[in-house]
């Protein structure tokens, strides 16, 4: 999780390339009105962040009369960025140029319980892909984590899928490797964050984005924005006291929490006790497809409890839409009782216009919506035109 975020000028050349990159402005013209700068003032800018090669003037806009003004976009090879989604037993690391277009991507087992170890292997496969893949300088790092986060400190809390990694400051970790912008978040988060970009639809003002994996998690957004909380807990729907029997231990230390009772992880336990092979929710999710009597009616049982715990958060906050994404959302008979307990408890005006639907790509979502975080995080007005300034200096030195 990034710091409070900085602030630039209205105007300044970071926050110029902010208009033109999010497309809020697309010509000189209409960053002088959003910016209310002087034509010339705004020229200035515009050529300087073109010969540094941030952004590119072609073509034309549309006009209602006179000369079409030029289009100005974001140059997405002039940077690119890192992802990585760490799991419970893995982790893919990917590249992206600034418009967030993926690059390279790889996924390989991380299982090591020291977190010392663990990012140093994941800055080296970082530092090697960025290599392979040509990509324009780094401008950044994004973590997701299973685990909720700390704001604005980025520490690990409580997480189930690493006991041992409770209170890790990742960020601070990072810095023995890079002096680039780290930034971690929890990956419910960040399915949220890849749900909403780039939306059109409005709907997707308001969603819960929810991640059916080893744990279960939720990100919320609201007014099209991510809702983190005072403290960074919002939508840990996972310690939920549920009916139900526990099947793992949860670092909650709840009683018949969700995540104890009807995650992925629970269901493998579950599953394990009755004398089935399965050691990930993948497998669990592959047995569903069997039809096997004894699998099925595990899966609708959590389906059930995981569809309760949204109704009341339906209920409570009135979503557009309740994504569903992750491993287990690829499960028939799980998806289907969530849906059907979800829409029996919830109130008719928040269920008339409700969409609970499959997330966009849910493979990547995670590694997509760190890439958004770290977009963000390293394009951020403050940060922009310091390295502006900076090249500015180098060149006239």
Known sequence: MPARAETAKPGSYGDVLRLVRTGEARSRSQLAKYTGLAPSTVSLRVDTLVRLGFIVEEGSEHSRGGRPAKRLSLVGSAGSVAAVDLGAHHATVAI?????????????????????????????????????????????????????????????????FRPSWDRVDLPALFTAHTDLPVVVDND?????????????????????AVKLGSRIGCG???????????????????????????????????????????????????????G???????????????????????????????????????NFFNPGDVVLGGTMSASTPLVAAIRAELFKRCLPIAADHLDVRAAHEPDKAAIRGATQLILEA????????????????????
């Open 96 to 160: 992206a140029d600034l418009d967030g277009r993926m690059l390279a991507e790889e996924t390989a087992v991380s299982e090591d319980p020291d977190p010392t170890t663990t990012v140093a292997q994941l800055w080296e496969r970082v530092a090697r892909l960025h290599a392979e893949s040509g990509a324009g300088p780094l401008f950044g790092l994004g973590v997701g984590a299973p685990a909720p986060v700390e704001v604005p400190s980025g520490r690990i809390v409580h997480p189930s």
């Open 188 to 208: 419910a988060n960040l399915n949220a964050l890849a749900e909403i970009a780039g939306a059109d639809d409005p709907t997707a003002q308001h969603v819960l």
């Open 276 to 314: 089935y092979d399965v050691h990930t929710a993948g497998d669990v999710v592959a047995l569903g497809r069997t039809g096997d009597p004894v699998v099925i009616e595990a899966l609708r049982e959590a389906g059930e409890r995981i569809g309760a715990v949204l109704a009341s958060c339906v």
């Open 220 to 274: 919320v957004v609201t007014e099209g924005r991510l809702h983190r909380g005072h403290g960074g807990a919002a939508g840990e729907i996972s310690h939920t006291p549920v009916d139900g029997t526990s099947y793992i231990a949860c670092t909650c230390g709840m009683a018949n929490c969700l995540e104890s009772v009807a995650s992925g992880g629970a269901l493998v336990a579950r599953l394990a006790a009755a």
């Open 378 to 397: 390293a394009l951020s007005p403050a940060r922009m035109d310091r390295l502006v300034k900076r090249a500015l200096v180098d060149a006239a030195g």
